[in-house]
């Protein structure tokens, strides 16, 4: 069930929703920085694929660009979420690219599963969290530039207080950072065309050999992993905005809406139009 949904201004990439939605996200990313917060029940999930339970009342920090996926919760989940564009940090306008790129890196050095935090800094997490969604919800003078101060302060928090993840970098740097450019490239162009040649261009592999290593590292195949991309676009396009099934059709990258509609049904089992009113 669906408790709340807010429409996010196109000019400003921020949204939020709380939900109990069942059906799961299976390996997938995207640029954006996404937060989860269990509210009620255990959410299970992959991250760089390694498998954590999100315990009732768990914070998980997803930074941009990482492979993950949530798991179908087994029992009933409702879970606060926030996606939004890193570059709003700086509080006002938004980040240069350098800069949004050396605030990624402090969320990829860093362990972002509120399991590992001292009380203190769950608390102050929690808080910024919820700040940013009442600001959405009422969305008074300057609302925009509220959320970028949280924003700012949540990294400042994650700088000074996250403990250092010395085992995620070894295995970035070993594995998933040769797929980076590539994983970052789908995220940023899933709306348009994207060829195997492409991607494995931009890694420096041939065709073969990237397509057997993104295989191995990401656990999903190239083609399945972009279609896993669009159609998660296209659940939370479903969920947070009124757009009709066509419009978010195109907009999560496919030019053939009977394609979109056999693809979504393969993967959820129910159609778009099932998908949306399940979530309400």
């Not at 255990?42 to 315990?55: A, D, G, R």
């Not at 700086?90 to 050095?109: D, L, P, T, W």
């Not at 348009?192 to 993104?214: K, N, T, V």
């Not at 978010?248 to 809406?257: E, R």
Request: charged share 20%; hydrophobic share 35%; aromatic share 12%.
């Amino acid at each position: 069930m669906q408790y709340q949904t807010h429409f996010k201004p196109s000019s400003f990439p921020y949204k939020d929703i709380i939900t109990s939605t069942h059906g799961a996200f299976p390996n997938h990313c995207h640029k954006e920085l996404e937060i989860i917060h269990v509210r009620k029940g255990t959410l299970s999930i992959l991250y760089n694929q390694k498998p954590y339970v999100l315990e009732e009342g768990m914070i998980a920090i997803i930074p941009p660009y990482i492979n993950h996926a949530l798991l179908t919760p087994r029992t009933p989940c409702e879970r606060f979420v926030i996606e939004l564009d890193i570059e709003i940090a700086e509080g006002s306008g938004h980040a240069n690219q350098s800069s949004s790129v050396i605030y990624q890196k402090y969320f990829y050095n860093v362990k972002t599963l509120s399991c590992f935090w001292s009380s203190d800094t769950y608390a102050k997490v929690k808080a910024l969290i919820y700040n940013m969604h009442e600001e959405y919800i009422g969305q008074k003078l300057a609302w925009e530039f509220s959320i970028k101060t949280f924003t700012n302060l949540l990294i400042l928090t994650a700088i000074r207080n996250f403990p250092r993840d010395d085992e995620q970098l070894s295995t970035q740097d070993a594995n998933i950072k040769k797929l980076q450019n590539a994983v970052e490239y789908i995220a940023t162009h899933y709306t348009g065309q994207i060829s195997l040649d492409e991607c494995a261009s931009i890694c420096d592999f041939s065709p073969s050999y990237f397509s057997r290593y993104f295989k191995k590292n990401m656990g999903i195949t190239f083609q399945e992993y972009i279609k896993n991309t669009r159609i998660e676009h296209a659940k939370w396009l479903l969920i947070t905005t009124s757009l009709s099934i066509t419009e978010i059709a195109l907009q999560s990258g496919f030019s053939d809406i009977r394609v979109f509609n056999k693809l979504f049904k393969e993967a959820m089992q129910m159609t778009a139009t099932e998908y949306r009113k399940s979530a309400i």
